[in-house]
């Protein structure tokens, strides 16, 4: 069965090959993807385990990102490699997440012998596959090798079942190898178990995404309130990550507001800040005045724009209510936990296509969803007229946060029971 599998593998790389070596998503790091790793790709050795945690993308890597605390609390002199398909993912890894891992890699094509090349050259002491990231060449490979193998956040759909029964039943079951199944939901947990999984190693501990897009509550800061030119007490509207074409329909629904609530405050944060100007102009050209957070906000303007970055979620904790952009366009919204982390009703448009998750979750458990502008008003103006609606809204959208969030921390702790005996010897 498993040869089948093998010989499959390499049919099918000789005919994708040309797309893989020229798609802009997986055109580098050719011989990583071949199981090659030089100097530079190596992690060095150290007193603790290696634990490589697998992404398929930029996304997936961020999902993992809330263990590496955890993991490294509970795994003292650990060393964290990722490994990527995609080239987004590996910038990431090398940008963004640099500070907090010890190596990042190409993951190797699932060939045998691509993966054997890349367990031996790594030595890792447990592989963490994420989702429905199952790769039956690099699980048997880890497996001789060593190492633990476990899934996070994972992930069966029901539509799909038959599909894995089908494969598994021709290639064998790769799930039988896995030493620990790590389940976003119960559910899908029972899945796992139907699909052949061994029961006992299947725990419920939800999705490390949550994490990662939900932080906790932060104290009040007041520099931050007086640099935005903002009053204690004063009701405050913030709009968070907002993209092209948004602005002007809530500066309309701001105008309207105004003329019910004339102390309302509105601040308007972009995706992208290099668009600050631009939204200056357009506030001014609606008649209303405004001033950048970059300059403290001198002018006390009705509007304010945050023209700086990483201030988002303290600025959050200011707000009376909160409308998360991205959602008014075909971007596909915008984090929407973020807000309710910091116990604030959260507002978002009817395009949440990157967010459906998030979306099932809060709606009508502290986040409500409009359809277009003129319902965000009606909606908003609803919200600011019943003190007691805003604040009950806000704390179940804190309870609900407070929820889901932790599977970072239970997945750590699980991993502590691959190794009953102690750790394992550092390589």
């Known amino acids: 069965m498993r040869v089948l599998y093998v010989l499959a593998t390499y049919v099918l790389f000789v005919l994708l090959f040309p797309v893989l070596a020229l798609h802009r998503k997986t055109r580098h790091g050719l011989m990583e993807r071949l199981g090659f790793y030089g100097a530079d790709s190596l992690v060095p050795r150290g007193d603790g385990p290696l634990l490589w945690l697998h992404g398929a993308s930029a996304g997936d890597l961020l999902a993992l990102s809330p263990m590496f605390g955890p993991l490294r609390a509970r795994f003292p002199g650990c060393r964290i490699l990722l490994s990527t398909m995609t080239d987004s993912g590996y910038a990431m890894a090398k940008g963004r997440l640099a500070k907090e891992i010890d190596g990042v890699v190409y993951v190797p094509y699932d060939l045998w012998g691509a993966t054997r090349r890349a367990v031996k050259a790594l030595r890792p002491d447990v592989l963490v596959l994420e989702y429905?990231?199952?790769?039956?060449?690099?699980?048997?490979?880890?497996?001789?090798?060593?190492?633990r193998v476990v899934m996070?956040?994972?992930?069966?759909?029901?539509?799909?079942?038959?599909?894995y029964r089908w494969l598994f039943r021709l290639i064998g079951n790769p799930l039988r190898e896995l030493d620990l199944l790590l389940m976003r939901e119960e559910d899908e947990a029972v899945r796992a178990r139907q699909l052949g999984a061994w029961?006992?190693?299947?725990?419920?501990?939800?999705?490390?995404?949550?994490?990662?897009?939900?932080?906790?509550?932060?104290?009040?800061?007041?520099?931050?309130r007086a640099a935005l030119g903002l009053t204690p007490g004063e009701p405050v509207w913030i709009a968070g990550s907002t993209h092209e074409g948004e602005e002007a329909a809530l500066l309309g629904v701001y105008a309207r507001l105004l003329t019910r609530w004339p102390a309302l405050r509105l601040v308007i944060a972009p995706r992208y800040v290099d668009r600050a100007e631009r939204i200056a102009?357009?506030?001014?050209?609606?008649?209303?005045?405004?001033?950048?957070?970059?300059?403290?906000?001198?002018e006390?303007?009705?509007?304010?724009?945050?023209?700086?970055?990483?201030?988002?979620?303290?600025?959050?904790?200011?707000?009376?209510?909160?409308?998360?952009?991205?959602?008014?366009?075909?971007?596909?919204?915008?984090?929407?936990?973020?807000?309710?982390?910091?116990?604030?009703?959260?507002?978002?448009?009817?395009?949440?296509?990157?967010?459906?998750?998030?979306?099932?979750?809060?709606?009508?458990h502290g986040g409500v969803q409009v359809v277009d502008a003129a319902a965000l008003a009606s909606e908003l103006e609803s919200l600011l007229a019943s003190p007691e609606r805003l604040e009950r809204l806000g704390a179940q959208a804190l309870e609900t946060v407070g929820r889901i969030s932790g599977a970072s921390e239970r997945n750590a702790e699980a991993m502590t029971t691959l190794f009953p005996h102690g750790r394992p010897d550092p390589r």
């Open 281 to 298: 102009a357009l506030t001014r050209e609606a008649g209303l005045s405004v001033g950048l957070r970059s300059r403290g906000n001198p």
């Open 152 to 163: 996070t956040n994972g992930r069966f759909s029901p539509a799909n079942v038959g599909k």
């Open 132 to 147: 429905t990231e199952i790769w039956p060449n690099l699980i048997r490979a880890a497996k001789r090798g060593g190492a």
């Open 300 to 364: 006390r303007g009705q509007v304010v724009v945050m023209d700086t970055i990483g201030e988002l979620s303290r600025a959050y904790r200011l707000a009376t209510v909160v409308f998360v952009g991205g959602s008014f366009t075909k971007r596909g919204g915008q984090n929407i936990l973020e807000p309710a982390g910091q116990g604030k009703p959260v507002l978002y448009g009817p395009h949440m296509d990157n967010f459906r998750d998030s979306v099932a979750l809060l709606t009508g």
């Open 199 to 224: 029961p006992d190693w299947v725990l419920v501990t939800g999705n490390t995404k949550f994490d990662a897009l939900a932080a906790g509550p932060v104290a009040e800061d007041e520099n931050l």
